[in-house]
């Protein structure tokens, strides 16, 4: 009787633990998936703010990349003006040279070498002068100021240059302004025609 009453007591103790044991089997799983979520939004937080970072420092070289760019085309004019310098020096010498010089010859010596020089340095950075008188007219290279009738030269020809005109590394900096040559016939033949015009109006 004894043993049976303790069997009986023994069951019941495991039946009260039952429930216990299931509330914590089910909070188990749960518990673990909070903790993950937890994990995971700490990652995604961490990968935030990296790229925050990462965007950060990608405008920040990008702004020193634009610096220096500046800088190195600041600096290479400034480099082009020094040599510029030199040049208006020379100007200046001879400009007090020719204040004192004994004939007009000496003068014109010193104004050639300035130029010369001055073309040296034009040179020395691309920057060279358009060939024009002669050849055939280009409008490329050359700018047409007014065409004259020429019996000395083929028509549509370059008689003669009012301003030089540049390049830089084959690139036109400017045109040179130019006479071009006509057809002498064909100017004769035209003016004759608008006076037949007006001979027919009178």
């Known amino acids: 009787m004894k043993k049976r009453k303790e069997k009986a007591s023994k069951s019941a103790a495991v039946e009260e633990r039952k429930p216990d044991e299931a509330v914590a089997t089910e909070d188990q799983p749960r518990a673990e998936a ?12 961490e990968l935030r703010e990296k790229n925050l970072r990462i965007i950060a420092e990608s405008q920040n ?3 020193r990349a634009q610096r220096e760019q500046q800088e190195a085309v600041r600096f290479a004019e400034a480099e082009f003006v020094r040599e510029l310098l030199v040049v208006l020096d020379d100007f200046e010498r001879t400009q007090e040279s020719a204040k004192s010089a004994a ?22 950075h691309g920057i060279k002068p358009i060939e024009a008188v002669g050849r055939p007219f280009d409008p490329t290279y050359h700018a047409a ?12 020809t370059v008689m003669q240059e009012m301003a030089r ?23 004769q033949s035209e003016a004759e025609k608008k006076q037949d015009v007006t001979d027919e109006v009178k």
């Not at 909070?34 to 937080?45: A, F, G, P, Q």
């Not at 007009?104 to 020089?117: C, P």
């Open 34 to 45: 909070e903790d993950e979520l937890t994990k995971l939004r700490r990652e995604v937080e």
């Open 61 to 63: 070289l990008q702004k």
């Open 103 to 124: 004939d007009v010859q000496s003068v014109a010596d010193g104004v050639r070498i300035v130029y010369e020089h001055f073309l040296k340095v034009l040179n020395q």
């Open 145 to 156: 100021m007014m065409q004259q009738p020429s019996d000395e030269h083929p028509a549509g």
């Open 165 to 187: 005109g540049y390049t830089m590394h084959e690139r036109v900096l400017r045109p040179s302004r130019v006479i071009v040559s006509g057809d002498p016939a064909r100017e």
